[in-house]
């Protein structure tokens, strides 16, 4: 009998190890499921809980609950995976695999930054809603919380579902009015990106919502450190923020016992490829959910819209045939934006987020990058037949790849592939143009300008070091292979940059990292790894130190990293 082990108990492992439950055969295949706790959490409910929305007891069930019965269950917690001897070890037994899925999801790591942890617990006046201890003290704090300034922040990417601070600035926005408490309170979104989501349309979408709420945004804040006595943060580059009630989401990392292992990198995330989810160098490993470190959202969408691509190709390299299903990191979120709506974003590797309509079955057409009812419907039975999603039917199959059809493309200078620009765009209004309602009594001077941001101009050179270049339309290289010291001196040159040994070393470490994983690095990651301190990286490249590292480096432009 083989053995196929799942490490992780989530929502990534739990869908998974159902489907393969569902089309291996038990008297063949042994299915073994490896996680510490056995509790399985409805995450997406964390960040409702804080409001109340959701009875604490509706958001966890017993792990084995979730399982088919055919599934064996280990409560244990791995310390390392030999993936030559292809042995799990536990800190209880050693358990043997023929095919082994990494399901670890990522956890939150305040300690990291300093002054956000006060030994295992926050400090002091800072809150999160990433665990469920964390958002109940955060629904008791809310209670009492009846003026000064609120401040959401985002500590550094990758994190667990990108647009949920979002969500919960927009619900906290209707939870203070519904209170009669809002005009008291000031809320602020402080974020180490240049805009609110990765994506530029999006963006702008998401950017005129908060604006029409009167919700600030504070971009390009690299926190350093936070001062719990002042209530204060303090940024890489000298700024400052002042609060009253911090709202954080705390770096995240991977496992340790992956870095242990090596089969990812520092942070321990695995970087496996993009399409069929196999690990690079071991191929009896696959890696699903937040595990995976791929340039798309860490969300339970994405897990399940994997899980249908990953038991396919894992069903067809047990059997010996050419693995078919790829992915094309495909994922959809739906944001709560409060008085009973919602919108949606649906988006995947190369499609960006766009206007238009995401099919449902039976419910009907949801409108993306729009508020409405329907979409709030949505959400709310997302979580009444979360259970359906996790039990891994098949029919669920149709939803792992994006959808085109019903997308305004065309709208944005797109062609119906989503992905080529059109020669002569339409003429129609942009992503500024879509309003959302605002439910303020008093009026909304902020629409008179747009939040303030430092915009890095970043020159569009097609020729460099004697050669020809393929850039992007921002001048990111899209071929780092025509890069050279000759290339890279030029780009430089362009940004007016003055290249010391010290520049070299933090581009060669870019460009080889690049090259191991496939990603751009983030500037933690260098820290880590390449051990340049982050506050050298600042002073070294000024203002937007991952941008320019990218930029002069021939690497693409990082997405959703500090």
């Given at each position: 009998?083989k053995?196929?082990?799942?490490?992780?108990?989530?929502t990534?492992?739990?869908v998974?190890?159902?489907?393969?439950?569902?089309?291996?055969?038990?008297?063949?295949?042994q299915?073994?499921?490896?996680?510490y706790?056995?509790?399985?959490?409805?995450?997406?409910?964390?960040?409702?809980?804080?409001?109340?929305?959701?009875?604490?007891?509706?958001?966890?069930?017993?792990r084995r609950?979730?399982?088919?019965?055919?599934?064996?269950?280990?409560?244990?917690?791995?310390?390392?995976?030999?993936p030559?001897?292809k042995m799990v070890?536990t800190?209880?037994?050693?358990?043997?695999?023929?095919?082994?899925?990494l399901?670890?999801?990522c956890e939150?790591?305040?300690?990291?930054?300093e002054?956000?942890?006060?030994?295992?617990?926050?400090n002091?006046g800072i809150?999160?809603f990433y665990?469920?201890?964390?958002?109940?003290?955060?629904?008791?704090?809310?209670?009492t919380?009846?003026?000064?300034?609120?401040v959401?922040?985002?500590?550094?990417?990758?994190?667990r579902?990108?647009?949920?601070p979002?969500?919960?600035?927009?619900?906290a926005?209707h939870?203070?009015?519904?209170?009669?408490?809002r005009?008291?309170?000031?809320?602020?979104?402080?974020?180490p990106q240049?805009?609110?989501?990765?994506?530029?349309?999006?963006?702008?979408?998401?950017s005129?919502?908060l604006?029409?709420?009167d919700i600030?945004?504070?971009?390009?804040f690299?926190?350093?450190?936070?001062?719990?006595?002042?209530?204060?943060?303090?940024?890489?580059d000298?700024?400052a923020?002042?609060?009253d009630?911090?709202?954080t989401?705390?770096?995240?990392?991977g496992q340790?016992?992956?870095?242990?292992?090596?089969?990812?990198?520092e942070?321990g995330?695995?970087?496996?490829?993009?399409?069929?989810?196999?690990?690079?160098?071991y191929?009896?490993?696959?890696?699903?959910g937040d595990?995976a470190?791929?340039?798309?959202?860490?969300?339970?969408?994405?897990c399940?819209?994997q899980s249908?691509?990953?038991?396919?190709?894992?069903?067809d390299?047990?059997a010996g045939?050419?693995?078919?299903?790829?992915?094309?990191?495909?994922a959809?979120?739906?944001?709560?934006?409060?008085?009973?709506?919602?919108?949606v974003?649906?988006?995947?590797y190369t499609?960006?987020a766009?206007?238009?309509?995401?099919?449902?079955?039976?419910l009907?057409?949801?409108?993306?990058?729009?508020?409405?009812?329907?979409?709030h419907?949505?959400?709310?039975?997302?979580?009444?037949f979360?259970?359906?999603f996790m039990?891994?039917?098949?029919v669920?199959d149709?939803?792992?790849?994006i959808q085109?059809?019903?997308?305004?493309?065309?709208?944005?200078?797109l062609?119906?592939?989503?992905?080529?620009?059109?020669?002569?765009p339409d003429?129609?209004?942009?992503?500024?143009?879509?309003?959302?309602p605002?439910?303020?009594?008093?009026?909304?001077?902020?629409?008179a300008?747009?939040?303030?941001?430092?915009?890095?101009?970043i020159?569009v050179?097609?020729?460099?070091?004697?050669?020809?270049?393929?850039?992007?339309?921002?001048?990111?290289?899209?071929?780092?292979?025509?890069?050279t010291r000759?290339?890279?001196?030029?780009?430089?040159?362009?940004?007016n940059?003055e290249?010391?040994p010290r520049?070299?070393?933090?581009?060669?470490f870019?460009?080889?990292?690049?090259?191991?994983?496939?990603?751009?690095?983030?500037l933690?990651?260098?820290?880590?790894?390449?051990h340049?301190?982050?506050?050298?990286?600042?002073?070294?490249?000024?203002?937007?130190p991952?941008?320019?590292?990218?930029?002069v480096?021939?690497?693409?432009?990082?997405?959703?990293c500090?």
């Amino acid at each position: 009998m083989k053995n196929v082990v799942i490490i992780g108990g989530g929502t990534g492992g739990t869908v998974t190890a159902n489907s393969l439950a569902r089309r291996l055969d038990c008297k063949e295949f042994q299915i073994t499921v490896i996680d510490y706790s056995t509790r399985h959490y409805y995450q997406p409910g964390f960040v409702a809980l804080p409001f109340g929305k959701i009875p604490n007891p509706l958001l966890w069930r017993r792990r084995r609950q979730t399982l088919h019965p055919g599934i064996r269950f280990l409560q244990d917690k791995v310390t390392a995976v030999d993936p030559v001897a292809k042995m799990v070890i536990t800190q209880a037994k050693q358990i043997s695999y023929d095919y082994l899925v990494l399901a670890t999801g990522c956890e939150c790591r305040p300690e990291l930054v300093e002054g956000m942890a006060k030994g295992t617990l926050l400090n002091t006046g800072i809150y999160s809603f990433y665990t469920q201890a964390w958002a109940r003290r955060l629904r008791r704090a809310l209670q009492t919380f009846t003026h000064g300034h609120l401040v959401v922040h985002i500590s550094e990417f990758p994190i667990r579902c990108p647009v949920a601070p979002i969500e919960f600035a927009l619900k906290a926005d209707h939870y203070f009015f519904t209170h009669r408490v809002r005009d008291d309170i000031e809320i602020t979104i402080v974020t180490p990106q240049s805009q609110v989501f990765e994506q530029s349309i999006a963006a702008r979408n998401l950017s005129n919502l908060l604006r029409l709420r009167d919700i600030e945004v504070q971009p390009d804040f690299v926190v350093r450190h936070i001062d719990a006595t002042e209530k204060r943060m303090y940024a890489y580059d000298g700024k400052a923020i002042d609060y009253d009630m911090l709202v954080t989401v705390p770096p995240m990392r991977g496992q340790q016992f992956i870095v242990d292992s090596k089969l990812g990198d520092e942070m321990g995330f695995v970087h496996p490829d993009l399409e069929t989810l196999q690990h690079r160098e071991y191929p009896d490993i696959f890696v699903i959910g937040d595990t995976a470190d791929l340039p798309t959202s860490k969300s339970g969408s994405a897990c399940v819209y994997q899980s249908r691509v990953l038991v396919s190709n894992l069903l067809d390299y047990i059997a010996g045939r050419p693995m078919m299903r790829r992915y094309d990191g495909h994922a959809m979120c739906i944001i709560d934006t409060g008085y009973n709506q919602a919108t949606v974003i649906d988006r995947s590797y190369t499609v960006p987020a766009v206007t238009g309509n995401w099919f449902f079955p039976r419910l009907g057409p949801l409108s993306l990058l729009k508020q409405t009812r329907r979409n709030h419907l949505a959400k709310r039975l997302l979580f009444v037949f979360y259970s359906a999603f996790m039990a891994g039917l098949r029919v669920f199959d149709r939803f792992s790849h994006i959808q085109l059809f019903g997308k305004d493309f065309r709208r944005w200078g797109l062609r119906p592939d989503g992905t080529t620009p059109l020669s002569a765009p339409d003429t129609t209004p942009d992503a500024d143009s879509l309003i959302a309602p605002t439910w303020k009594r008093r009026p909304n001077a902020c629409l008179a300008a747009a939040f303030s941001t430092k915009v890095l101009k970043i020159p569009v050179l097609h020729e460099a070091g004697g050669r020809s270049i393929d850039v992007d339309a921002e001048g990111f290289m899209t071929n780092p292979c025509q890069w050279t010291r000759a290339v890279g001196t030029d780009l430089a040159r362009a940004i007016n940059l003055e290249m010391t040994p010290r520049h070299w070393e933090v581009i060669e470490f870019a460009r080889q990292s690049f090259v191991k994983y496939h990603v751009s690095p983030s500037l933690r990651r260098m820290e880590m790894a390449g051990h340049f301190p982050i506050a050298e990286l600042f002073e070294l490249f000024p203002s937007k130190p991952n941008k320019l590292i990218c930029y002069v480096a021939g690497i693409p432009k990082p997405l959703g990293c500090i």
